[in-house]
């Protein structure tokens, strides 16, 4: 099981997610660097932790505002990690977009998604293997712009992404993410039932414990930010996880 850390970039920082309340973003306070600069930040996963995996979420991108695409690029290009990233691809020519600037995989968010077809063309071009769903929830229903996809609960919407051809899942509870207060484990183990290839968890893990009990749940991967930041996670606990 991968530890990936998460860099959340808004306006050209990394912020604090908040439970999915965006206008509640701050930039991060971290153990690990002493700014919110995206470069340094990635600097101190790679140095500090040991992380080659990154996930980034353009926030802006992902809201209609703009664009960090510039910073991101550098990130990966300076630290060669390999880069999940969101920056609100709802097309295949948003998806391939991203695929040429050099990420190795784009996350499709079911927030910004805008039609199941969309979502089938993509899994079935020749990038489909490089594409991770996102399927994200608050409050136990599925958020997305897509009518079909919308307000279902997290199970109905897993099977359905898998019928359409996806693969490789996030499960990212936004209600959890920056809280602390522990993964939805029942919520995992129903997901890890459908056959997709890759399952990854998104939200609230707090420490150690979270990830082996995870890892029994063969996640392949589980993103984490707050509990890096705020120390509760540490090196030696990430190497003994993925031992």
């Not at 980034?56 to 992902?62: E, H, M, N, P, R």
Request: net charge neutral.
């Amino acid at each position: 099981m991968k530890v990936i850390p998460v860099l959340d970039v808004l306006r050209g920082e990394v912020v604090q997610a908040v439970a999915g309340e965006r206008h509640r973003y701050k930039p991060i306070k971290s153990v690990l660097v002493n700014s919110a600069d995206p470069l340094q930040v990635a600097r101190a996963f790679r140095e500090k932790l040991a992380r080659t995996y990154l996930y980034a979420a353009d926030l802006d991108a992902i809201m209609g505002l703009g664009d960090n695409s510039r910073v991101l690029r550098e990130i990966k290009q300076r630290f060669n990690f390999t880069v999940m990233v969101d920056a609100g691809a709802a097309t295949l020519d948003d998806a391939m977009k991203l695929i040429e600037q050099g990420f190795d995989y784009v996350v499709l968010g079911t927030e910004t998604l805008h039609s199941l077809e969309a979502l089938k063309s993509i899994m079935k071009a020749p990038i489909g293997e490089r594409v991770i769903a996102s399927l994200d929830i608050k409050q136990q229903r599925t958020l997305s712009k897509c009518v079909g996809l919308s307000g279902l609960k997290p199970t109905e919407a897993a099977n359905l992404l898998y019928n359409c051809g996806v693969t490789r899942l996030i499960l990212l509870e936004l209600d959890r993410v920056g809280t602390l207060r522990g993964p939805n484990l029942n919520l995992l183990a129903e997901v890890c039932k459908i056959p997709f290839d890759e399952v990854f968890a998104g939200g609230g893990v707090r420490d150690k414990d979270d990830l082996w009990v995870l890892k029994k749940l063969n996640m392949s991967g589980v993103l984490v930010a707050s509990a890096l930041h705020t120390g509760r996670l540490t090196l030696k606990d990430l190497a003994e996880v993925e031992a």
